[in-house]
């Protein structure tokens, strides 16, 4: 299974992902090679906790991810 993951930069220091597919699934890490081992982690933690629950585990629609550029004009 493939889930999307979120990195994000933490203020104090470091990085902290999450899955949108799954809430409450999240992770942090001192680099992002870190977070990326730690979020692993926590989805197969996630996906156990689904099977041993008997709770389908949900799959993943199709997100697209983008950035816009927006310009506020001075007042």
Same mark, same amino acid.
């Given at each position: 299974? @493939?889930?999307?993951?979120? *990195?994000?930069? =933490?203020? $104090?220091?470091?990085?902290?992902?999450?899955?949108?597919? /799954?809430?409450?699934?999240?992770?942090?890490?001192?680099?992002?090679? @870190?977070?990326?081992?730690? *979020?692993?982690? =926590?989805? $197969?933690?996630?996906?156990?906790?689904?099977?041993?629950? /008997?709770?389908?585990?949900?799959?993943?629609?199709?997100?697209?991810?983008?950035?816009?550029?927006?310009?506020?004009?001075?007042?």
């Amino acid at each position: 299974m @493939e889930y999307t993951i979120l *990195i994000h930069q =933490a203020e $104090e220091g470091g990085f902290w992902s999450e899955v949108p597919a /799954l809430p409450g699934c999240y992770s942090q890490g001192e680099s992002i090679d @870190e977070t990326l081992l730690n *979020i692993k982690e =926590a989805i $197969e933690a996630h996906l156990m906790a689904f099977k041993e629950e /008997l709770v389908t585990a949900p799959v993943e629609e199709n997100i697209f991810i983008g950035r816009v550029r927006v310009e506020v004009a001075d007042s």
